[in-house]
C-alpha cells in the first residue's frame, strides 16, 4: 500500500526548532526526489524544499538557511529540520514526489506563536 505519513509538527515558540518526518511505503523511495510542502490558512500549498534521489537539495527564499531537508533511504523516511522559527512557517506541512505524485497525507500541523 502507497503511504505518506508526517509527523512531528506541534506548538513551538519564534525562534525555536522542530523536526518532521515522513514514513513512506509502497515504493521504492530510494528512486525518488522528494518534496515538502507546506499550506497556511487561507493561501496555496508552496514548495518549501525539495531532495533529489543523489541527495542534492533545494529550498524555497524564505527557509534558506534555517531548514535543512535530508533522507534516510534504509528507513524509507524524508525528514526537515526547521530552525529558527517564526509564525510565518506557520502550516500544514506535507511530504509527496514532485513527479508522479502520491495521493496526499493527513500533513502534520506547525504553529510557531508565543
Known amino acids: 500500500q502507497v503511504q505518506l505519513v508526517e509527523s512531528g509538527g506541534g506548538l513551538v515558540q519564534p525562534g525555536g526548532s522542530l523536526t518532521l518526518s515522513c514514513t513512506t511505503s509502497?515504493?521504492?523511495?530510494?528512486?525518488?526526489?522528494m518534496v515538502w510542502y507546506r499550506q497556511a490558512p487561507g493561501k496555496q500549498r508552496e514548495l518549501v524544499a525539495r531532495?533529489?534521489?543523489?541527495?542534492?537539495?533545494n529550498y524555497t527564499e524564505s527557509v534558506k538557511g534555517r531548514f535543512t531537508i535530508s533522507r534516510d533511504n534504509a528507513k524509507n523516511t524524508l525528514y526537515l529540520q526547521m530552525n529558527s522559527l517564526k509564525p510565518e512557517d506557520t502550516a500544514v506541512y506535507y511530504c509527496?514526489?514532485?513527479?508522479?505524485?502520491?495521493?496526499w497525507g493527513q500533513g502534520t500541523q506547525v504553529t510557531v506563536s508565543s
Open positions: 531532495i533529489t534521489s543523489g541527495g542534492l537539495t
Open positions: 509502497g515504493f521504492i523511495f530510494r528512486l525518488y526526489a
Open positions: 509527496n514526489r514532485p513527479t508522479f505524485p502520491l495521493s
